[in-house]
């Protein structure tokens, strides 16, 4: 099994598959929103083989009378604690200052969203997410706003940086240098999306963002729209990578638009990253992957370069998908 810090290392990459509607054997070649004769639920999906265990977790509420929203924010808060995952929440790679600085959103199956960025000291952003999303009229807060709303609201404040990401950033400072190599995950998030047994659709995604990034920067995985979106009509969408390449194209928004117009889930994700590979002239070191979930329960995933995996609970089962992808 991959991890996800193979993401951009080429050197590691591992075959390629694929999840088609074999997974769901009702599905033809070229479903649509509409068109199943079998709707599929509950499914989870998420990012990356620590989806696998944030899978279980969102199972558990989904297969206990949970709803969808509950199911994703239950997942991601199990990565986001993780202070071996130096990617999402506790444990995450800083900034080149020292810093750690998170992002999330979450979004519901009546448009409801909320988001976080910038934000410090707090292990959990994406239920700090959800409290903007139901105790205020804002959609995003961030930096020192968002803090002081995250502990006015009962969070507590948590010192990020462990003693494993600390050392890795003194030895990053010998030199300074930041560049993207692919499968090598210096930035990187946990997305999720799931569908319950009302057949309702949330979504969360949450981040360190970039390793070493300029202090103050801001990726995708807090932009609804961007990182993340979900329409109950039709589907929910969400992105991990370089978050500039996804911001471009309004990534996860274009996905579920796609899947409007009848596309499935891998073709809407495909369709997705030949758009952001067309609007860069060099994509050397730009690695995007999507998944997507529609509201039959089809899923589907696509990444710029080989190397992109996911999670999948769908039929009782959990299991790692690798995706397809447009370039070796």
């Given at each position: 099994m991959k991890t996800r810090r193979n993401f951009i290392k080429l050197s590691a990459l591992g075959s390629a598959a694929f999840l088609t509607?074999?997974?769901f054997p009702s599905e033809k070649n070229t479903p649509s929103t509409t068109t199943s004769s079998k709707i599929v639920k509950p499914v989870v999906i998420s990012t990356w083989n620590h989806g696998?265990?944030?899978?279980?977790?969102?199972?558990?509420?989904?297969?206990?009378?949970g709803v969808s929203l509950d199911a994703v924010e239950s997942g991601v808060r199990v990565t986001e604690s993780d202070p071996n995952n130096m990617s999402v929440g506790l444990g995450g790679l800083p900034d080149r200052d020292g810093k750690v600085t998170l992002d999330a959103c979450i979004m519901g199956s009546e448009n409801n969203c909320g988001a976080v960025a910038f934000l410090q000291d707090i292990e959990n952003p994406i239920s700090v997410a959800r409290k903007v999303m139901e105790k205020t009229k804002h959609v995003m807060l961030v930096g020192d706003g968002a803090k002081k709303f995250a502990l006015d609201n009962g969070f507590k404040s948590t010192n990020l940086l462990t003693e494993k990401a600390k050392k890795a950033w003194e030895a990053w400072r010998i030199k300074s240098h930041y560049q993207p190599i692919i499968n090598s995950e210096n930035h990187d998030?946990?997305?999720?999306?799931?569908?319950?047994?009302?057949?309702?659709?949330?979504?969360?995604?949450t981040t360190s963002g970039?390793?070493?990034?300029?202090?103050?920067?801001?990726g995708d995985s807090p932009i609804i729209g961007a990182g993340l979106f979900v329409d109950n009509e039709v589907g929910a969408a969400c992105a991990t990578g370089v978050g500039e390449a996804v911001i471009r194209i309004a990534g996860s928004a274009i996905i579920v638009e796609l899947m409007r117009n009848g596309m499935s889930p891998e073709a809407a994700c495909k369709e997705a990253i030949h758009r952001i590979v067309k609007k860069h002239k060099d994509i050397s070191g730009l690695q995007v992957g999507f998944i997507a979930l529609n509201k039959n329960g089809e899923v589907g995933g696509y990444s710029v370069y080989k190397g992109f995996n996911y999670a999948l609970y769908a039929h009782n089962k959990n299991k790692m998908v690798d995706a397809k992808h447009y370039k070796k």
């Open positions: 509607k074999s997974c696998f265990q944030a899978n279980e977790a969102a199972w558990k509420v989904l297969t206990t009378g998030t946990i997305g999720m999306l799931a569908l319950d047994n009302e057949g309702n659709l949330s979504g969360a995604c970039m390793a070493y990034k300029l202090h103050g920067r801001v």
